[in-house]
């Protein structure tokens, strides 16, 4: 398939803002693990939970609702349409954040200035106007904000972070550079839209749609950020340190997942409303074919080098994060596959109540998994919640397009790519039994997986060709 230029310079802006997320982890997870420790780690990524749910509550759906519905309109109606989309944002920002300031008041008094610090994330979120710019298909500024966040609030940490007591002066850069960056995503946002008064009939239509896209925003995060919730109610703030790092080191590699689903959605509504069903199946193919390719790479990838990994890239202390790095990265498959069937087909196409169904029976295995298994597995029995969680998502939102989709075809297409995944893993292991642990004998395995991996998928790609 030939893909648009618009699509490749956008997917581009996206991976290169990802390949900054890549890097900056690998100098501050290591930095922060040995500066702030497993406690206030583990404090940090609790708090931040926290003033993540209330964040929930201004975003809504806009994320995704925001996006497909400025794709859809007429430039002539783009206006109005993102004014009254933003006075709703606006309105619930102002509402959260004063409710978040009397709920940090009554039940955070532990981490009360910690958590004073994190409200600054409310006021990104309401400042958040990144949708618009998605669905006008134009990353580059989004990408440009994204990085400028990513280098800002990494040299601030190497400069002001000096030990655990400089907590909360980390929480304040990283939220302060997330507000200075939405506020420079306003800058350009004339170029697309004019201040345009709305009236509440503008805003009306809009309410229950978004709310209906908001569900599934809720429960997918309930089941990202209640895991660190429960773990700091039910086992210890070291336990959410490590499940924090962990997390940490395999959700890099899904940015680029995510990148090509930002990408895809509001060029895929735009299909969508046009009837373009033959160019739409074209386009989910190809992109199943490769978020597969590199979400079996990771997955296995990462499972294999985790027992030297963790101690090796996060330090001393940090033992226990292996077997949680093997765990979640058991989860990338499942997500992989579901990330594309959610915003390359049941969004764009609004088929919003599949969405809705599967994401509540994910978000509600993962909290009773989580509510069986934390008291005695800790933090590995928040990542059994999360495999648990993503692999019912991704089946039942498969189940959900079985009629519109070749699933068969694709799912023959996919397990050979897992089959390479787990050769590789063995390949890596073996290797690894055989080298001292250390900065260099990891670098060698991963190249060694690489390699085979690579060779792999070409025997299977020569082989289908040959068909």
């Given at each position: ?13 996206q ?6 997320a890549?890097l ?7 930095y922060?693990?040995?500066t702030?420790?497993p406690?206030?780690n ?19 759906g806009?994320v ?6 400025i794709a859809?309109?007429?430039?002539s ?41 994190q ?10 106007i ?18 400028a ?9 190497l ?11 980390y ?5 302060g ?12 946002a004339g170029r ?8 509440w009939?503008?805003v ?5 749609p ?15 950020m ?17 499940y ?11 940015g ?30 190809q992109s ?16 294999a ?18 077997p ?5 990265a ?16 049941l ?7 599949a ?6 029976l994910g ?9 069986l ?7 590995a ?19 959900a ?11 023959r ?10 050769v590789m893993?063995l ?9 001292p642990v ?11 997986g690489?390699a ?7 025997c ?8």
């Amino acid at each position: 398939m030939n893909v648009p230029d618009q699509v490749k310079r956008n997917y581009l802006y996206q991976a290169g803002a990802q390949a900054v997320a890549l890097l900056t982890p690998l100098v501050a997870t290591p930095y922060l693990a040995r500066t702030l420790g497993p406690e206030g780690n583990g404090a940090y990524a609790y708090t931040f939970s926290v003033v993540s749910l209330f964040g929930l509550l201004i975003m809504l759906g806009m994320v995704s609702y925001g996006s497909r519905s400025i794709a859809r309109v007429h430039p002539s109606s783009r206006s109005r349409a993102f004014g009254s989309l933003y006075a709703l944002q606006a309105v619930r920002g102002l509402t959260v954040m004063a409710l978040y300031g009397v709920f940090a008041g009554a039940f955070m008094q532990e981490y009360r200035a910690l958590a004073w610090v994190q409200g600054l994330h409310l006021l990104a979120a309401m400042l958040d106007i990144s949708w618009l710019y998605a669905g006008v298909e134009d990353f580059k500024p989004v990408a440009l904000r994204q990085t400028a966040v990513k280098l800002a609030g990494l040299l601030l940490t190497l400069l002001l972070v000096k030990e655990p007591a400089h907590l909360a002066r980390y929480a304040a850069v990283i939220a302060g550079c997330m507000v200075l960056g939405q506020v420079w995503l306003w800058q350009g946002a004339g170029r697309y839209v004019r201040r345009e008064r709305v009236t509440w009939q503008d805003v009306k239509p809009h309410i229950r749609p978004e709310l209906t896209l908001f569900v599934p925003v809720v429960a997918v995060n309930l089941y990202k950020m209640m895991d660190k919730v429960m773990l700091g109610g039910m086992s210890t703030m070291a336990q959410v340190g490590f499940y924090q790092q962990a997390e940490k080191i395999v959700s890099v590699p899904l940015g680029l997942v995510t990148a090509l689903g930002a990408v895809m959605l509001p060029r895929l509504s735009a299909m969508a409303a046009r009837g373009d069903e033959k160019g739409s199946q074209r386009c989910i193919r190809q992109s199943l074919g490769w978020v597969m390719l590199l979400g079996s790479a990771f997955a296995f990838g990462l499972a294999a080098i985790a027992p030297v990994l963790a101690p090796v890239f996060l330090g001393r202390g940090y033992e226990p994060c292996a077997p949680l790095i093997m765990l979640q990265a058991a989860s990338m498959p499942f997500f992989c596959w579901a990330n594309v069937i959610r915003t390359q087909v049941l969004i764009p196409r609004q088929l919003d109540r599949a969405y809705v169904r599967s994401v509540l029976l994910g978000a509600v295995c993962n909290l009773a998994v989580n509510a069986l298994l934390i008291p005695g597995m800790q933090a590995a029995g928040a990542a059994i919640g999360t495999i648990v969680a993503e692999g019912v998502v991704c089946i039942s939102q498969t189940v959900a397009v079985r009629r519109m989709l070749p699933v068969g075809r694709y799912l023959r297409e996919t397990l050979p790519l897992l089959a390479a995944g787990g050769v590789m893993f063995l390949a890596v292991r073996c290797l690894m039994r055989l080298l001292p642990v250390g900065l260099w004998p990891l670098i060698g395995c991963i190249g060694a997986g690489a390699a085979v991996y690579m060779l792999l998928v070409w025997c299977l790609w020569r082989r289908r060709r040959c068909r």
